[in-house]
């Protein structure tokens, strides 16, 4: 199962608006746009479902900006995906309108499917928005680098120290010999 880019973009929206919950200023459409690398029309779209949801409130105009309505520790997962996605349908015999299938009510495969879905729903309508913006501990590849898309409050990490700054002045200080080879003249 994979889940759709609207569902994505939805959810990048919710979690980036969480995470500037208290913000003098809320995050624009533009702002989300681009800390993503999302098209800005696109992403207006999915603010307007957000908010016939129910779930974000839009404020246009200077100081204007985007606002959880729910809290983020209200706000499930479960909820966010089966109102986003489009088509739960794993399979064609769990649509019954359209099902053809030969096998219906014969094989085992759709209750097996049914199951899965039941689980993976589960899974997510316990876990929060809120739970999804708790801190993860960094692995040593990433140590000291901060996430350059969630708006954190800067202040609660603590940055690594900075090598101390080279005391030879930069005028000084010998540069290695260039290595360079100069450009051909080109026949003409």
């Given at each position: 199962m994979r889940l759709t880019q609207?569902?994505?973009?939805?959810?990048?929206?919710?979690m980036y608006c969480a995470a500037c919950d208290g913000r003098e200023h809320p995050p624009t459409v533009n702002e989300i746009a681009e800390a993503h690398g999302i098209s800005r029309s696109h992403l207006?779209?999915?603010?307007?479902?957000?908010?016939?949801?129910?779930?974000i409130a839009t404020t246009r105009?200077?100081?204007?900006?985007?606002?959880?309505?729910?809290?983020?520790?209200?706000?499930?997962?479960?909820?966010?995906?089966r109102q986003t996605e489009t088509d739960l349908t794993l399979v064609e015999?769990?649509?019954?309108?359209?099902?053809?299938?030969r096998l219906d009510g014969y094989c085992r495969l759709k209750d097996a499917l049914y199951k899965a879905m039941?689980?993976?729903?589960?899974?997510?309508?316990?876990?929060?928005?809120?739970?999804?913006?708790?801190?993860?501990?960094?692995?040593?590849?990433?140590?000291?680098?901060?996430?350059?898309?969630?708006?954190?409050?800067?202040?609660?990490?603590?940055m690594p120290k900075k090598a101390p700054a080279?005391?030879?002045?930069?005028?000084?200080?010998?540069?290695?010999?260039?290595?360079r080879k100069p450009a051909k003249a080109k026949a003409g």
């Open positions: 609207w569902t994505d973009y939805s959810l990048r929206v919710l207006t779209k999915i603010v307007m479902i957000l908010a016939a949801c129910g779930w105009g200077r100081g204007g900006g985007l606002r959880l309505l729910k809290p983020a520790n209200e706000l499930t997962l479960g909820e966010i995906v015999c769990f649509d019954k309108k359209n099902n053809t299938c039941k689980g993976f729903f589960d899974v997510l309508d316990g876990v929060t928005l809120a739970d999804l913006l708790a801190p993860v501990a960094t692995s040593k590849a990433h140590a000291g680098l901060l996430p350059h898309l969630i708006p954190i409050q800067l202040a609660s990490l603590k080279s005391t030879v002045p930069a005028a000084t200080a010998k540069r290695p010999p260039a290595t």
